[in-house]
């Protein structure tokens, strides 16, 4: 499990349906992170219970130690992997801003998103292109994404 906040990547409304389309499809869903300093402060506490849809709760697994977040991506094989990812072609496929480039969508305080991967950049005349470093990389894995709850 990888914690994480904020609604734009809501675990129900925008993670889970993104996800399931993709995989109905047969298609791989990965995790890019890029590399960030951070000022967040963990909980010392692990959140206790995780549910995929908010009314039925299981335990987290006393191995899996997930501290001050809401939500949780189901992640496997995470590793370090360098490249560019050019958000300028990449497209929201979800939710009220589908259709939007990733690169108009990635700004400000807007930091993660559900995105798919076009076929060819789409150039604009009012931006350069924008490109993000990417340094983390995992699979995501059915359920996908859960809501968090208690700690232990």
């Known amino acids: 499990m990888w914690g994480y906040g904020g609604n734009t990547c809501h675990p129900s409304s925008m993670v889970q349906p993104f996800a399931k389309s993709f995989a109905a499809r047969g298609q791989t869903i990965h995790l890019v992170m890029e590399q960030m300093n951070s000022n967040h402060f963990a909980e010392p506490l692990c959140a206790a219970e995780y549910s995929t849809d908010g009314v039925s709760w299981?335990?987290?697994?006393?191995?899996?130690?997930?501290?001050?977040?809401?939500?949780?991506?189901?992640i496997n094989k995470l590793h370090e992997e360098?490249?560019?990812?050019?958000?300028?072609?990449?497209?929201?496929?979800?939710?009220?801003?589908?259709?939007?480039?990733?690169?108009?969508?990635?700004?400000?305080?807007?930091?993660?998103?559900?995105?798919?991967?076009?076929?060819?950049?789409?150039?604009?005349?009012?931006?350069?292109?924008?490109?993000?470093?990417?340094?983390?990389?995992?699979?995501?894995?059915?359920?996908?994404?859960?809501?968090l709850r208690n700690y232990r």
């Open 82 to 147: 360098e490249f560019e990812l050019p958000l300028d072609q990449t497209r929201v496929p979800i939710g009220p801003s589908s259709g939007r480039l990733g690169s108009k969508y990635i700004n400000g305080r807007v930091d993660k998103a559900c995105l798919e991967i076009l076929d060819e950049p789409v150039r604009l005349n009012d931006q350069p292109p924008t490109d993000r470093q990417i340094n983390l990389v995992a699979e995501l894995l059915d359920p996908f994404a859960v809501f």
């Open 58 to 74: 299981n335990a987290v697994p006393d191995t899996i130690q997930v501290r001050g977040s809401r939500y949780a991506l189901m």
